[in-house]
């Protein structure tokens, strides 16, 4: 008992990268299996429109948030000491109020922008935008403030808390009202709530709260000149790239209408948005590690272990997916979804890498090259809004799909070779990782495949939980992931030397 007390401090210790990532990790896992249990049964409370439309509202949310404070709250890790950091965090915070404000201005004309748009089924709920963007930016704000304190226990209980809210909250009104697309707003409204309120509740629990001081305009103005790269070079890419995640959801229903982008939604959700929940994980550790494994010229060793994990993570449920993906939508989420895992099997790729490339973005920030970010995020966006154009021009949603998927995955590809370029990763050991965990899942991904054509539903779904259960245990036992270990690297580049 003794010994796997100590493991289990070993593993959810407070230093180095392995026991942050962890913690961060441990929550993340706990939401992943309560969000797939309860896919199933969203599925058969909504409607693929409702999704679409529920779906809309959260990506306006979600690219507003994007640049409401001009990316400054990034800029919270890079002080020296507290004082800095936290006069950037009073700048964001007021920057974050002002865009708000505009914000609940423009709601005005609600029912004008959605006939500007020829959407007319959101001006509903475009005057919610502004109250829920006010609590995502104080989320973001504390959030940043604490992944600064390395609180991320309290970071892990405040992401849990937000995605539980959420699923608990529209399983309950689409159960027990006749809302539809409002049931799903209302509860991602309802989990932002939570989320805001759990950050708030740790705030007020913290010494520094008690010592908080304000600024001077002085210091405000002598951070926001200091890293000012942020609103000028960051800020737009981050738009960009939150706008390439989401630009599907905005010109889907302009061509193919809401039933369409909400299979479009079904098929991120499957694969994307688990992905990115780790990558988040990662991303927060990433930030504040790396920006210390920079300042010990160390980071080209540090950033290639986190490439590799990621890719050991993403590489069997992409393949899985692109084999098996009609099968497996239709096992968990009810026959009516079976296309939104034909959508998949093309955009998997996208989502695959995108989901690798995400988290490591941070290093851009970390090297102070938001330049460089910005005309890669434009040259990504370009590609992609054409591929958009282009297929939704045809009226084919699967030739859209595949336009789609080339054009976003040969973006993120060129960004991830020059964000490993610039930390110093040769092209070649980020390379070996994507072959290596191919081969390693494609045995399993082929049994699946192959027992597709000739098992039920069912017992193709019961495969695929067997193969994705023997794959992690084995790169585990491969790659000796245990406790205790500092975030170690691969096992055929364990013998080189450390760069």
């Known amino acids: 008992m003794q010994k796997l007390q100590a493991r289990i401090a070993q593993m959810y210790t407070k230093e180095g990268s392995r026991g942050p990532v962890v913690t961060l990790l441990s929550g993340t896992a706990v939401t992943l299996v309560i969000s797939y249990l309860a896919l199933p049964v969203l599925t058969r409370l909504f409607t693929d429109e409702a999704f679409g439309v529920s779906d809309y509202f959260v990506t306006i949310v979600s690219i507003l948030a994007a640049f409401a404070a001009f990316r ?26 002002g865009t708000v404000a505009l914000v609940a201005i423009t709601s005005i004309w609600s029912e004008e922008i959605a006939a500007l748009l020829g959407l007319p089924e959101i001006a509903p709920w475009l005057w919610l935008v502004a109250p829920v963007l ?30 539980l809210g959420i699923l608990a909250s529209r399983i309950g009104l689409g159960a027990t009202t006749n809302l539809g697309a409002g049931g799903l707003i209302g509860g991602f409204i309802a989990g932002q709530a939570a989320w805001a309120g759990w950050f708030a509740a740790a705030l ?78 990662v991303a927060q550790v990433f930030f504040v590690d790396g920006a210390q494994a920079y300042r010990e010229n160390r980071l ?42 034909v959508y998949e099997q093309y955009l998997a790729c996208w989502f695959f890498l995108s989901a690798v490339a995400s988290p490591l973005t941070r290093l851009f920030d970390i090297l102070e090259l938001q330049r460089a970010e910005l005309a890669i995020s434009i040259g990504s966006f370009l590609l992609l809004g054409a591929a958009l154009v282009w297929g939704g021009a045809t009226g084919n949603i699967l030739f859209a799909m595949g336009l789609m998927a080339i054009a976003g995955s040969a973006g993120r590809i060129f960004q991830l070779g020059a964000m490993l370029k610039y930390a110093g990763v040769s092209l070649r050991d980020a390379a070996s990782a994507y072959v290596r965990y191919a081969l390693i899942a494609l045995p399993l991904v082929a049994c699946v495949w192959l027992a ?27 790659e000796k992931i245990w406790p205790g270990a500092n975030m170690p690297p691969p096992a055929s580049e364990r013998s080189e030397t450390s760069e």
């Not at 609103?231 to 989401?246: D, E, H, I, Q």
């Not at 080209?300 to 990621?310: Q, S, Y």
């Not at 692109?322 to 895992?341: C, D, K, Q, S, T």
């Not at 597709?452 to 491969?478: H, Q």
Request: charged residues 20%; glycine residues 8%.
């Open 72 to 97: 400054y709250d990034d800029a919270v890790m890079l002080p020296d000491d507290d004082r800095k950091a936290y006069a950037v965090l009073w700048l964001t915070g007021a920057l974050s109020m």
């Open 134 to 163: 006010l609590l995502i930016r104080f989320a973001r704000l504390a959030e940043s403030w604490l992944t600064r304190k390395r609180a991320f226990r309290t970071i892990t209980g405040a992401e849990a808390t937000n995605k």
């Open 204 to 281: 007020l629990r913290r010494a520094e709260a008690a010592r908080a001081w304000r600024p001077s305009i002085r210091e405000l103005r002598s951070v926001a000149g200091r890293y000012r790269r942020f609103p000028l070079y960051a800020t737009p890419s981050s738009l960009l790239n939150t706008v390439l995640g989401r630009l599907p959801v905005l010109l889907l229903p302009v061509y193919f209408g809401w039933d369409a982008t909400g299979l479009y939604g079904r098929a991120f959700a499957a694969l994307a948005i688990p992905l990115s929940f780790i990558g988040t994980a």
């Open 300 to 341: 080209a060793g540090f950033t290639k272990n986190v490439h590799a994990r990621l890719v050991m993570v993403g590489m069997f449920p992409c393949m899985l997916l692109i084999a098996a993906g009609p099968e497996l939508f239709a096992f968990v989420f009810g026959a009516n979804w079976r296309a939104a895992g």
């Open 452 to 478: 597709r054509g000739i098992w039920p539903t069912w017992a193709v779904g019961l495969a695929a939980m067997t193969a994705g259960a023997v794959y992690f245990g084995f790169v585990a036992w491969r």
